[in-house]
């Protein structure tokens, strides 16, 4: 097997097991607390996640070489402007305001799904994936995040809208990759992943269509970013 695919391959591991550990973790919260609903379940599972990624990211200077450490350069500040445009877009049409109870959940949970899910993808991976090439790290990541989403069909049972979602969320990793890798990092795509999933669900469009322009708008990004190249990151790539 070649070096790259060695690399694809060890970070396809990373990410079945990640996959087994939200399982085993969600599960074992529904059987605790038979009670709760998906939301509180969820919420849970991932504070605990969440907690796993501090400890994972303690090693090594993990905080560091997955741009943690690092503040947004001034000549960045375009890009993140536009990454945020296309995250507060839903609300053009207006606001459905929930609850105020309601409202904190989501807030909670939006912002637990965005440092777990960029922590994981686009520090960690992304970091594993780096020597092997910018692009090629951009783009193995997005695929496995999208794959990562998979595990939904067990809590929903909803195949063809998960599958739908898989291939969206990837052209969301191209973006959100890409840069990641540009401003070097990563604390803007936190707040951004948070801001994209909340704004979905307050704003008065429907959230597929709207969805699938973000998705859209993102993968364009990523795909310009990469050919502009993707080599601003926080630290220099590992040796293999």
């Known amino acids: ?71 947004l350069r001034a000549s ?44 994981l993808f686009r520090g960690l991976l992304i970091e594993r994936l780096r020597p092997r090439g910018a692009r090629f790290a951009v783009v193995v990541s997005a695929v496995l995040f999208g794959l990562l989403h998979l595990v939904n069909i067990a809590f929903r049972g909803q195949v063809a809208p998960i599958l739908a979602q898989m291939v969206g969320v990837a052209c969301f990793g191209i973006g959100y990759g890409a ?23 307050l704003g008065r469009w429907p959230v597929i269509p709207v969805a699938v322009v973000q998705d859209t708008l993102l993968l364009i990004l990523g795909l310009w970013l990469m050919r502009a190249g993707v080599s601003r990151g926080s630290a220099p790539p590992r040796a293999p």
């Open 1 to 71: 097997m070649s070096a790259r695919g060695q690399a694809a391959a060890g970070a396809a591991a990373i990410v079945a097991g990640w996959a087994g550990l939200t399982l085993a973790v969600y599960y074992a919260v529904a059987a605790i607390m038979p009670g709760w609903d998906y939301a509180r379940v969820s919420t849970v599972t991932l504070v605990v996640l969440a907690l796993v990624l501090v400890v994972w990211l303690g090693r090594d200077d993990g905080w560091r070489r997955c741009g943690f450490a690092d503040g």
């Open 76 to 119: 960045d500040a375009g890009l993140v402007g536009l990454a945020a445009l296309i995250a507060l877009a839903p609300l053009a049409a207006g606001v459905r305001w929930p609850g105020a109870a309601d409202l904190a959940v989501m807030i909670v949970g939006y912002a637990l799904t965005g440092f777990v899910e960029e922590a």
């Open 179 to 201: 840069l990641r890798l540009r401003i070097g990092t990563i604390w803007p795509l936190i707040v951004l992943h948070m801001l994209t999933d909340l704004c979905l669900h």
